[in-house]
């Protein structure tokens, strides 16, 4: 099964927004992290103790869509741009099919990340399409997303 889900990035706020959007909406928060609590990971700056406080992912359930977030640029990732800080984050349940949506989406694009196994147990990739749109897009191998 795939999921579409919005992914926002913010500069900083990105706890305060996702307060702010769990009070319009309701929900709940199926996770909160912020990058001081992520494993060393090799080619990563050692991060500065104010970007260790931010948001490194949120997820908030808001009727049968997860919108996502977390704080971008800066220490890790890409510059934080106004008006460009929204991804499309697909979720699939199988690897095959996620290396498959990659290449077609990132044919002419440009990769920010390859897929690649991850720390939290996924396989995870970001890419910039063709006509500038940023995707997300994560697998697992289970029936449950």
């Known amino acids: 099964m795939m999921k579409i ?4 990035n913010f500069d900083g706020n990105c706890e305060e927004a996702f307060n702010f959007y769990k009070s319009v909406f309701g929900g709940e928060f199926l996770y909160m ?6 494993p060393p990971q090799e080619n990563m700056p050692t991060l500065s103790e104010e970007f260790k406080k931010r ?3 949120v997820s908030l359930q808001v009727g049968e869509t997860v919108l996502m977030g977390s ?3 800066g220490d890790c990732g890409p510059a934080f741009i106004v008006g460009n800080n929204i991804n499309l984050s697909i979720s699939i349940d199988n690897k095959a099919e996620a290396d498959k949506l990659f290449a077609a989406l990132s044919n002419g694009g440009k990769i920010f990340m390859p897929m690649d196994e991850m720390f ?3 396989y995870f990739g970001m890419l910039t399409d063709k006509f500038g749109v940023s995707w997300m ?3 697992r191998e289970s029936e449950s997303m």
């Open 5 to 8: 889900n919005p992914y926002l």
């Open 33 to 38: 992290g912020r990058f001081g609590e992520m």
């Open 55 to 57: 948001i490194m992912h």
């Open 71 to 73: 704080d971008t640029g």
């Open 120 to 122: 939290w147990g996924e």
């Open 137 to 139: 897009i994560n697998a």
